[in-house]
């Protein structure tokens, strides 16, 4: 089956750094990435979408000045938060879709915790 | 307006017993697609069963079922013989523009939390 990896799975850093959360496809190409923000007991958010080589969009209330999205390739996209605040703590999930035609599913990868001291 | 609306935040079922979870959409879309998810503790999504608007047939998967109806435009999860592996959170999610190919990311509803009991 198609599998979505995220590395780190989970990161502390402290209030003002930059974090960067990769996001690869393992066995497929993906066309299309997307990045979902989960507060704690809370339902998943879609923040952006990803296509490799073009600008990421961005969904409404979703600052692109802090939440850098590349998508450099068919197997990698990054979102970097960029001067985190402690509420900008939160799980962050990507999922990846096929480039096969088709195809309707998104594969999830296991998520990121990210905690901002 | 909320586009996908699970009204049950928790439910505790009997170990064995019928699961229906409840998910009502809405899209003004003819061509959408209907996922239900699940979320166990450890946060990973595991995917359950896909239904599209246009699909004749219920979406079956094992122990799960999807009970379609398009009319009241509901899409409720059915898990039969539950397990004690079922516990997590269950959410329903829908992606609009599927014929397109449109690219659009899911919306989610906003999750039920499935306990199953010994």
């Known amino acids: 089956g198609a599998v979505v990896s995220q590395h780190p799975s989970w990161v502390i850093c402290k209030s003002g750094t930059s974090v960067k959360i990769e996001c690869r496809s393992l066995?497929?190409?993906?066309?299309?990435m997307f990045w979902y923000r989960q507060f704690p007991k809370q339902s998943l958010m879609l923040m952006a979408t990803?296509?490799?080589?073009?600008?990421?969009?961005?969904e409404q209330g979703v600052e692109k000045d802090k939440f850098l999205i590349n998508h450099a390739s068919l197997t990698l996209s990054t979102l970097t938060v960029t001067s985190a605040h402690p509420e900008d703590s939160s799980f962050y999930i990507c999922?990846?879709?096929?480039?096969?035609?088709?195809?309707?599913?998104?594969?999830f990868g296991p998520g990121t915790r990210l905690t901002v001291t | 307006a909320q586009k996908i609306t699970q009204t049950q935040p928790g439910m505790f079922v009997q170990e064995k017993e019928a699961v229906t979870l409840d998910c009502t959409y809405d899209?003004?879309?003819?061509?959408?697609?209907l996922f239900w998810y699940k979320q166990p503790s450890s946060g990973e999504m595991i995917f359950l069963i896909y239904?599209?608007?246009?699909?004749?047939q219920n979406a079956t998967e094992g122990r799960y079922s999807l009970n379609f109806q398009k009319a009241r435009k509901s899409a409720n999860l059915v898990i039969s013989a539950s397990q004690l592996g079922d516990s997590a959170m269950y959410f329903c999610a829908m992606r609009e523009g599927i014929s397109g190919g449109g690219a659009d990311g899911l919306t989610f509803g906003k999750g039920t939390h499935l306990i199953i009991q010994p």
């Open positions: 899209t003004s879309d003819p061509s959408y697609g």
């Open positions: 990803s296509n490799e080589g073009s600008k990421a969009t961005y």
């Open positions: 239904q599209g608007s246009y699909d004749q």
């Open positions: 066995d497929f190409q993906a066309t299309t």
């Open positions: 999922s990846a879709r096929s480039r096969l035609a088709g195809s309707y599913e998104q594969y």
